[in-house]
């Protein structure tokens, strides 16, 4: 279980971007991290990990304060028994896969855990290898299993799966939803990629210009369609074309000339030369290039 | 008789001051690397000063801070009992200072280069800074260090300006082989200015041979 608030300003591209999160995440859910480039994923989950300072904030996983800067408490990132993959793995290129996961080791830590995180990440033929002589899938189960050897209480995840083609992704969702069960953590995982977090994620959380501005199942936030765009423009009446059961108005909208349909009652309120506002409700407004310039 | 007194002097100078340069360095590169400090600047700046400094400039203040006439020099010689003027002691401090940029710079640069996600993982496996740094950090930048060592070593060889300052040439003391040279051209002696050249040439061009080797990758079956 935990409760995160995390206040920081942010140098974004665009300029200045202030992230402002407050959250509670239950233990051993799955979080989906969604969210434009640049809406502050990754400075989340590196506030989250203790390598990047909020300007105010409190964050307490199963009550133990791991920041509360009210209280002046800042715990390093070695002590806040949190695992994470980096984007780019962060591999120890000087030692072997089996040496990386032996030197995450905490001092006193039984080392069969090393051996069971080999078997269950299928790293075995490639414990005595090097990292830079893997594909990226392998590294990134190395990762995985580095991450793992503390046993974290939380699991943060920064897009671990976008270098990877379709095949190997589907494969290390599944190794993801294993670790994730087997080891009961509680995972935060970026991803750009719907129909990934529907498979894997328990909620997604939408990241917005630093702000979360939804958190829904996936499959409810993915299957609904976008909010209706409301457009309004004025219009002048040029005239009223009587129809069966209504009328024809004809509208000049700057050079064009326009027909909506009316009902008997609304037209009748209309004289030509007159303004009206035109609302529309649009679900689905797509722009194409003219063939013809007007 | 050729006497080889001067080159093994040198070459003890030259293997104590990278010696010693390798313990400093290490933790000064390392706070260039990573600190953030506002006046780190200042300190970069100092430490590339022999860079560019008269080796002359050095010797003579490095002359007036070690003179027992002086404050420095005085204090160093009763609490310590060291004289660091025309004294092989002084030349490895003079050295020190000289080849520092030697060493600090590829080190450095090799750790700026690395990317942070490395130092970045080891904190969050638990790490500490200690044991990032000899375990994670220095085994990836062996061919920094490499470098490093061996520039430093090969450039206290070379030294003159600060020696003469500050060593003089006193045989067996502070005659280092570049002084020796210069010794036996004033005193027209050709044959062992020729010998004690020659010896420097050859050495020094093996060992950045080695150096651009190595960083070329031509031993890497040897030393990955």
């Given at each position: 279980m935990m409760d995160i608030f995390v206040e920081k300003t942010l140098r974004a591209p665009g300029g200045e971007l202030t992230l402002r999160v407050k959250e509670h995440l239950p233990a051993h859910q799955l979080v989906g991290l969604f969210g434009k480039s640049g809406a502050g994923k990754t400075s989340l989950l590196r506030t989250l990990a203790g390598l990047l300072q909020p300007e105010a904030g409190k964050i307490v996983v199963d009550g133990a304060t791991w920041l509360d800067t009210a209280a002046g408490i800042n715990r390093p990132p070695q002590e806040r028994q949190v695992g994470l993959v980096f984007q780019d793995y962060a591999?120890?290129?000087?030692?072997t896969v089996r040496e990386n996961l032996a030197f995450a080791?905490?001092?006193?830590?039984?080392?069969r855990i090393v051996t069971d995180l080999v078997e269950l990440c299928e790293l075995g033929n490639l414990q005595h290898q090097r990292p830079t002589h893997l594909s990226g899938g392998q590294q990134q189960r190395v990762a995985l299993a580095r991450a793992l050897v503390q046993r974290p209480r939380l699991l943060l995840l920064d897009?671990?799966?976008?270098?990877?083609d379709l095949e190997m992704r589907q494969k290390l969702q599944q190794y993801l939803l294993r670790v994730h069960r087997e080891y009961q953590l509680t995972t935060i995982l970026i991803s750009h990629d719907p129909a990934e977090l529907c498979q894997l994620a328990d909620t997604v959380w939408v990241l917005a210009d630093g702000k979360i501005i939804a958190r829904e199942r996936p499959l409810v936030y993915f299957a609904t369609p976008p909010p209706a765009v409301p457009w309004q423009l004025k219009g002048k009446i040029v005239t009223l074309v009587p129809q069966q059961n209504g009328a024809l108005v004809v509208m000049q909208l700057g050079d064009e000339q326009v027909q909506v349909w009316a009902n008997p009652a609304l037209a009748a309120t209309f004289t030509p030369g007159e303004w009206v506002d035109i609302h529309l409700e649009a679900q689905h407004i797509q722009l194409k290039k003219t063939d013809h310039q007007p | 008789m050729i006497d080889w007194t001067p080159l093994w002097l040198t070459f003890k100078l030259a293997a104590i001051t990278t010696l010693l340069l390798l313990l400093i360095s290490v933790p000064l590169a390392y706070w260039l690397a990573y600190s953030r400090r506002r006046w780190k600047p200042v300190v970069e700046t100092l430490v590339s000063m022999p860079l560019v400094l008269p080796p002359t400039v050095l010797g003579f203040y490095l002359l007036i801070a070690f003179s027992p006439a002086h404050t420095f020099g005085a204090w160093l010689d009763t609490?310590?009992?060291?004289?660091?003027?025309?004294s092989f002691e002084g030349l490895v401090v003079a050295s020190l200072l000289y080849s520092l940029p030697f060493m600090v710079h590829p080190i450095q640069a090799g750790l700026s280069n690395l990317p942070p996600s490395l130092r970045e993982a080891a904190y969050v496996l638990g790490k500490s800074p200690r044991t990032t740094l000899f375990r994670v950090l220095l085994p990836n930048i062996k061919p920094s260090l490499l470098t490093g060592i061996v520039l430093a070593f090969a450039h206290t060889i070379g030294e003159f300006g600060v020696v003469l300052m500050i060593g003089g040439n006193i045989p067996g003391q502070t005659k280092v082989a570049a002084i020796a040279v210069y010794d036996a051209v004033e005193s027209m002696n050709y044959p062992v200015a020729n010998t004690y050249s020659l010896v420097l040439f050859a050495l020094t061009f093996v060992i950045l041979l080695l150096v651009y080797l190595s960083n070329g990758g031509y031993f890497k079956s040897w030393w990955p």
């Open positions: 591999l120890f290129p000087n030692m080791l905490a001092r006193g830590q039984d080392p897009e671990p799966l976008s270098a990877l | 609490w310590l009992g060291l004289r660091l003027v025309f």
